[in-house]
């Protein structure tokens, strides 16, 4: 079965120093990893995917996510927090068993410290 | 790209209320969500449309949920009556596949429902 742990509830973090979201995923097939971000009293924001090309995943607002398929993460990671990156990130995972359905993690809040 | 469309934005209403609460997903998607988010419970999939068909309903709380999507651009989310544990916020997703395996979902701003 499916399974995705996001491993800290909430992050804290200084402007301009690195971030860094951590996930772990348990899959049967070879799967699909996402990152949502959600702002305050918005909707989710697709930041970045995955899905068996290459490993290393560039998505928006200069975040970017790697895919380790012998340590079964997917961690997210930006070098540089602005104070705009604060927010809810969730971890999304789905493979080919599972048609639609996507197992969302339950979420790191970002803090950015000024 | 207006991308999805809910409405309305905020709904406060009293027990036992009707709620109504609408979609427009993203032209040309032919996938459509229902999700739920509370603290208590995070992310919930309520119902998953497939070219305007409900796929899968196991998601809705109960009876007094029900979904339609009576055309490729509209679809609503019904409660009736309501109740205060229904309070949550009810987003709304589309998507440009059936499967969402590899494709992502857009996601409208949410309706916050306040039921007291």
């Not at chain 1, 604060?86 to 410290?113: H, M, P």
């Amino acid at each position: 079965a499916q399974s995705v742990t996001q491993l800290d509830s909430h992050v804290s973090v200084s402007e301009g120093t690195p971030v860094l979201l951590r996930c772990n995923y348990s899959s049967s097939y070879s799967p699909s990893l996402f990152w949502y971000v959600q702002h305050p009293n918005k909707g989710l924001q697709l930041l970045l995917k995955y899905t068996s090309a290459a490993t290393l995943v560039k998505g928006i607002n200069g975040f970017e996510a790697e895919f380790k398929k012998s340590e079964t993460s997917f961690h997210l990671t930006k070098p540089s927090a602005h104070m705009s990156d604060a927010a809810e990130y969730f971890c999304v995972v789905s493979d080919r068993n599972s048609n639609y359905q996507l197992i969302w993690g339950a979420g790191t809040k970002l803090i950015i410290k000024p | 790209d207006a991308g999805v469309i809910q409405s309305p934005r905020h709904e406060v209403t009293e027990m036992g209320q009707e709620v109504t609460l609408r979609c427009k997903p993203i032209s040309g998607h032919n996938s459509l969500f229902w999700y739920r988010q509370t603290m208590m419970r995070g992310l919930e999939l309520l119902i998953y449309f497939n070219n305007n068909v409900p796929i899968d309903d196991s998601g809705m709380p109960e009876d007094r949920f029900s979904a339609k999507m009576p055309n490729a651009s509209f679809s609503t989310l019904k409660i009736q009556p309501s109740e205060p544990r229904d309070s949550a916020v009810y987003f709304c997703a589309s998507s440009l596949k059936g499967s969402s395996y590899n494709s992502p979902l857009h996601f409208g701003n949410g309706t916050r429902l306040t039921v007291t």
